[in-house]
Structure formats: C-alpha cells, structure tokens
C-alpha cells in the first residue's frame, strides 16, 4: 500500500486532522532520516506502510496524509547515528511513539526488542546496536478526532482560599463500587458517573487531583514479578490519556471519555487538576528501553553527562531527567500543559519532583526559564499550579521557594502534624506556624496562606489509618525484601501494631484519625486529603504501594459501622470549615487589634486562659494550647470585598496523655456552644453550652472547638 502525500506543515506538531486529511509534523534535529510507519493493528502486524518525511527549518520533519482517518495507527522510524559515547542513540529498528501523540493504544509487551542494544551483552553493552524489530510489542499512536461538544463547560475556578483537594486514582478510586457497571469501574467513565459525583459533593471536596493519567509504562522489572506501576509515575506520552483507564476503547474513544469526564465535573462544580511528570520518562538509563525520546533525539531531551554523554544526569531517582535546558523539550511540556487547559478543559496541575524543573544548570533556580514562560502564559498563569518542591538531586529541597502563583505540598506541615498528635516534644512553635498557613515559608515571597497545600497523608506513605496503626512499615508485597518505601513515617500504633480486636486500642486509633482530619481541615491553607482516608482505607502496613493495582489500594465502599462514622465526621468538619469564613483566610493573621479594635485577630492561650509568652514557645514539654479566632476582629471579605463578620472560635488541642482543662476566655454573650470534640464524635453542635470564663475539660490526645456566634454581614 502506497500512501498519497503532498508537503506538510512544520506546525503544530504531531499529528493533526483538519476533516480531510492529516497533518504529521516531527522534532528531530540531529536525524538523517525519518519515517512514518502506518498499522492497521495494535500488536502483532508488521506496518502497511511507511511513508518519509521532508525536513524542513527549525529540524521539524513533516508530510501531509490527505487520505487517513481519525483511528489511524501509526509510529515513527529515525534514522542516524547509533555512537552512544557522543549521546547519539538512533536505531531505525526501534517504532518510536509520537511525543505529541494525542492518543496511546494499547500496552508495551516486554521483549529484548525494545531495548537498542543486545540484552544480555556485558557492561558495555549498550554501546552496540540490535536489530531487532520492536515494532509488533510496542504501542500505537492514534490520530484522533478532537472534536467535542463542550456546550456551555465552564471551569469552576474556585477560588484557591476555598478549595479542598481530593488526591485520587482513577482506576483505584472506582474499582470496587458495587452500584456501578463492571464494564466502567476503574476508568473515566466511572468517574462521571453520578453516584460518584454524588459522594464527593456530599464529602464537600471542591477538586480532584487524578494522579498521573498520562500514558505511562508497566516497568519490566515489575512485569517480570507479576506486578505493575500502578501509580503511573513513568510517562511516555504527555498529551495521551491512558488509554487502560477508559470504558470506551482505545483508537481514540478514550480522548472524548476523558473530557465527558470533565465536563460531568464541572457541571457539579469540581475542578480537575492533574499529577503530572515531566521530570523523566519511561526510559529510563542507558540500559532503558528504546521508545520514543532516546531514539529521536536523545541529546536534545535529556539531560547527558558532561563530558560522558553515554550516561544520564539522574535527579529523580528513576535513571533519567528531561533536558529543560533545550528550547524543544520545554515547548514539549507547554504545548502539553496548555493542550490539557484549552482541549481537555482541566483546571490545573501538581508537578512530581517540580524541582527539577527549575534545573538550569546544576543548581535549582528559583525563577528559571520554565517558570517566567508559565508566569507570561495568558493561559497557565490563570490555572492553579502546585509544587511538589522537592527532587532527589542535590540542592533539590526547595520547600517555600517556589515563586508566586504557585502553591506548594507543605510537608514541614505534615511532619510538624504528625509530631505533635504522636506526643513529640518541641512541637508548639512550629505547630503555631502550619495552622495558620506557614507565614514563615511563604510570606516573604508575597505569598498567601494558600500557598501551602496541608496534607497528613498523601499517596506515596501510609494512609491515614495505617499512620495510627503500624510503626514499621510492612511492604512485603511489592517483592523488594521491605527494603523500598521510606523508613521515617513519624507514625503511632496507638497501643497495637497492626490489625487488632482491642477496643480500647481501636477507640484510640479512629479518634487520633479524627484528630489529624479536623487539625487538616481547621488549618489555614489548602487541605488535600488522601482517598479512602475517610472511610479508614488501610493498605496493610504498606507505605510504598506504587506496584499494587488490587484491594490493597482500591477505594472500599462496603463499609463497616466504624468506616461510615469517619465519613459522618469528615464530612461534617468539612461543612464547618466551608461555613467559617475564618478557617479560609486570604491573608495572614495579624495577632493585634485590628482598625483600633480592642480584639486581636487571633490569641494564643495556656490551658489556664493567658496569653503564650515569648518563651513558652520554646517549651519542651508543652503539649496542649488553645487557639481563639475572634470572628469579629478579623479582616475578613466576601467576593465583592464587603467585610464579614464570623463567629469567634477557640481551637484547644491537647497530644498530651492526660485530661487538660482549658479555662475558657470571657466573652459578652456569657457562654461558649460546643461544636465538636474528637472525645465524643457524636455529640451534636450547639446543643451543650459552657459558661464563660468557665472551664473545659479536653480529655487525652483530643481537639474541640467552641464557638461564639457572631456571625453577621456588614
């Protein structure tokens, strides 16, 4: 089969249908020769053509297909020099996705083939080429039809003081749902569906961070134990839903799930927000496989060693690293993030191991070139952004150093947290800085407390149950000896390890779960919560479970009594914070009397009702205080900038072993409503009242919180 073709367009790149044809247009600038290899199949077919590509300015390649169709299956073939010692690795025997691909089909099928070089050499084997075919085990790219009725979608942009996150897996999220059809649990379609939409406007979460949906690679060493990379953090096609998460099939049907999905979202009010790695691919070192970017153009894609160019500068812990310091790979990932804003409709973006990113040179730059084109982009800069601030290279901790408009995981939050309701002394003077938006990290950038994503826990750790459950951590499963995952989980067995039948021990753990839910959700910033953590997921001790794609991760729905009474309670300090306009602060606390006022904003007080001194910050052993929001001294403002008055709260939170009464501030209405207690889950709001000036009693590691209704609007 011959195809007609008549001179293509540099640009965009990829492959792009305009209703009569097809436009193919592809980076390469050290290539002798490129070809497009067409298939009428996924697995197991040679292709049906091949087509060269003309060369133009700028080393983009290209050709015009006026007779293809969306569906169409296709990869490319690139010829050059194959001399690993000068970073050049071309190996026209190797089909190579589309690194604009729209579209995957299909799964890698794991053989020598997809390596360039003869597995089983020795140690310098990849400095020999292999000539073996890899084209029938490697996934297809697919020409797609982009187009979709979006009617009126709109995105919600809920404003970043208002948020809460909810970090999910789609597949793992909906697997288990019993009302829903086997055919969609576990895909996008699921995720539209309206139970589900129905349980997280009831949860009260306003966005979903899906964790990686990029088209990613099962990693052979995981294949070859039986197990898969379940997390997805191995991307090989950046603008590519994976198609393994789709109901609808994979010549292109998974693109238009994936945006129904959206668009269900949105019509509720849920944002989407994506976890996204454009830190390293699947290829890993130069002992990975040949799949795309190493055999299109390996020294403009990833970062090489000087002087070694044969191997890879390595910051992420996975073999490789994106060169952002080549113009091409950073339009790669723009092209790709404003694909996901302007076509797929999303609301914004978490960046695995961000700081790497920002790697120039060696060293991390706070205001690199990727950040100032983010921060000029009409597009990017008007979608919420988050860091995760950290990478495995040196220097690469970066926490509060991100510049404005991004919003960071605050894991200094996450450990002082953890620290504090485990007992731990020396915990008060950094506790004071995480609930009330970690000033001391991001105000001197110009950032608001919302810069700070809170969370306890998150996908990569223990859940929330296993955190109170478990002091070791118990990966067996994953088949690496209990030697992968990280050791310092500041976790508290709560008196048992591991599963048990002793109430009292139970008793404990649901209500330190309770603890660590309301001091998330009470705290100024954005909340992220970790699925399943509401209705007590556990994986069984294991806190690196990125290879366990089964009921060790999945979502349960079948609930015992105990699991439905953490989500009454996550729910309703969720409602409570959506109702306290000062649990949502757009700017800092101040901790004096504002316009004249006679009432400072907020107060820190001992148990016996006085103020904190400057040194009792610093006291080792000090384990409970109490915290008094006065509603009605805080500068507090509604959309329209009108001024709110709230109800005046005051926090008491005692880790310590041992009942704390708390002497309670004396207020003009001469009594305090009680809200809730972590003591007595079920008591219901309002209906005991404590005199002021009276005492509390807050029984042993428990938070309550008392309110003085002020609430009127000005």
Same mark, same amino acid.
């Given at each position: ?26 980076? *390469?600038?050290?290539? #002798? !020769? ?54 050049? !690795?071309?190996?026209?025997? %190797? ?38 075919? *890899? +084209? ?34 789609? !597949? ?52 070859? !134990?039986?197990? $898969? ?5 191995? *991307? ?11 109901? *609808?099939?994979? /010549?292109?049907?998974?693109?238009? &799930?994936?945006? $129904? ?21 699947? #290829? ?101 952004? @988050? ?84 002091? &070791? %951590?118990?990966? #067996? ?25 002793? &109430?009292?021990?139970? $008793? ?25 953590? #509401? ?25 015992? +009594? ?15 914070? %959506? ?5 949502? =602060? ?11 006022? +006679? ?40 959309? =329209?900038? /009108?001024? @709110? ?17 708390? /002497? ?17 889950? $079920? ?23 008392? %309110? ?7």
């Amino acid at each position: 089969m011959t195809q007609l073709t008549y001179p293509g367009r540099p640009y965009p790149l990829g492959a792009t249908w305009d209703g009569s044809g097809a436009n193919f247009a592809f980076f *390469s600038e050290q290539a #002798e !020769r490129v070809e497009l290899c067409l298939f009428d199949e996924a697995f197991g077919t040679a292709e049906v053509d091949r087509v060269p590509l003309a060369q133009e300015a700028a080393y983009v390649w290209n050709v015009y297909l006026p007779e293809v169709r969306p569906g169409q299956l296709y990869g490319y073939r690139v010829y050059g020099p194959y001399e690993p010692q000068a970073g050049l !690795r071309f190996n026209p025997h %190797k089909l190579l996705i589309d690194p604009y691909a729209k579209a995957i089909a299909g799964s890698l099928d794991w053989s020598d083939a997809m390596f360039g070089y003869p597995v089983g050499g020795g140690p310098d084997r990849d400095l020999l080429a292999d000539d073996e075919d *890899s +084209a029938p085990g490697m996934p297809k790219c697919v020409l797609i039809d982009p187009g979709f009725t979006w009617g009126d979608d709109r995105p919600p942009k809920t404003p970043w003081y208002d948020t809460i996150i909810y970090e999910t897996h789609v !597949r793992g999220f909906t697997r288990l749902h019993p009302d829903l059809p086997p055919k969609i649990r576990g895909t996008y379609a699921a995720l539209a569906n309206y139970r589900i939409v129905e349980y997280l406007l009831e949860l009260g979460v306003t966005a979903v961070e899906l964790m990686p949906v990029h088209q990613f690679i099962h990693d052979k060493h995981l294949v070859d !134990r039986g197990l $898969t990379n379940y997390w997805g953090y191995n *991307s090989i096609g950046f603008f590519a839903p994976d198609s393994r998460y789709s109901a *609808s099939g994979w /010549r292109g049907r998974q693109v238009s &799930e994936f945006k $129904t999905m959206v668009k269900v979202l949105h019509n509720a009010g849920i944002e989407v927000i994506l976890d996204v790695v454009y830190n390293h691919t699947a #290829e890993g070192n130069q002992l990975g496989p040949t799949l795309s970017f190493r055999g299109i153009d390996n020294q403009s894609y990833y970062r090489l060693v000087p002087d070694q160019p044969r191997f890879y500068m390595d910051y992420t812990g996975t073999g490789n690293t994106l060169n952002m310091l080549h113009p091409r790979t950073v339009q790669l990932i723009m092209d790709s993030l404003r694909y996901w804003v302007l076509e797929m409709h999303v609301d914004g973006f978490r960046f695995d191991l961000a700081a790497t990113l920002a790697r120039e040179l060696h060293e991390v730059d706070r205001l690199g070139a990727f950040f100032d084109i983010i921060h000029q982009d009409p597009v990017l800069s008007q979608v919420k952004l @988050i860091a995760e601030p950290w990478d495995l290279g040196e220097g690469g901790y970066q926490v509060g150093n991100f510049p404005v408009l991004w919003a960071e995981w605050n894991d200094k939050y996450r450990d002082t947290m953890r620290r504090f309701w485990r007992g731990d002394r020396n915990q008060i003077g950094d506790l004071g800085y995480r609930l009330t938006g970690s000033s001391d990290l991001y105000a001197h950038t110009g950032r608001s407390p919302y810069a700070s994503v809170n969370f306890i826990t998150a996908h990569d750790g223990f859940t929330m149950h296993d955190l109170v459950s478990y002091n &070791e %951590k118990h990966n #067996e499963a994953n088949g690496e000896g209990n030697r992968d995952g990280t050791d310092n989980n500041l976790s508290w067995n709560c008196g048992a390890e591991g599963p048990t039948d002793d &109430e009292d021990v139970l $008793t404990l753990r649901a209500k330190q779960m309770r603890n660590f839910l309301t001091t998330l959700l009470i705290s100024q910033g954005v909340p992220m919560l970790l699925h399943g953590d #509401e209705v007590m997921r556990t994986q069984a001790g294991n806190n690196n479970a990125y290879c366990q794609d089964n009921e060790l991760t999945w979502q349960p729905w079948e609930l015992t +009594a105990a699991q439905r009474d953490m989500l009454v309670w996550t729910k309703r300090v969720i409602r409570f914070r %959506k109702d306290h306009a000062i649990l949502r =602060r757009r700017s800092y606390f101040q901790g004096r009397p504002l316009r004249g006022g +006679a009432i400072k904003d907020i107060s820190w007080r001992r148990p016996d009702g006085q103020e904190m001194s400057d040194e009792e910050w610093n006291n080792d052993d000090l384990h409970a205080l109490a915290i008094w929001l006065a509603g009605n001294a805080a500068d507090l403002r509604d959309e =329209r900038g /009108r001024r @709110i008055i709230d109800d005046t709260l005051l926090v008491m939170l005692n880790a310590s072993e041992e009942t704390v009464e708390f /002497r309670l501030p004396k207020i003009d209405s001469q009594q305090w409503e009680i809200v809730l207690d972590t003591d007595w889950p $079920t008591i219901p709001e309002g209906q005991e009242c404590y005199l002021s000036g009276g005492k509390y009693a807050l029984g042993a590691r428990a938070l309550a919180i008392l %309110k003085h209704s002020t609430k009127v609007s000005a």
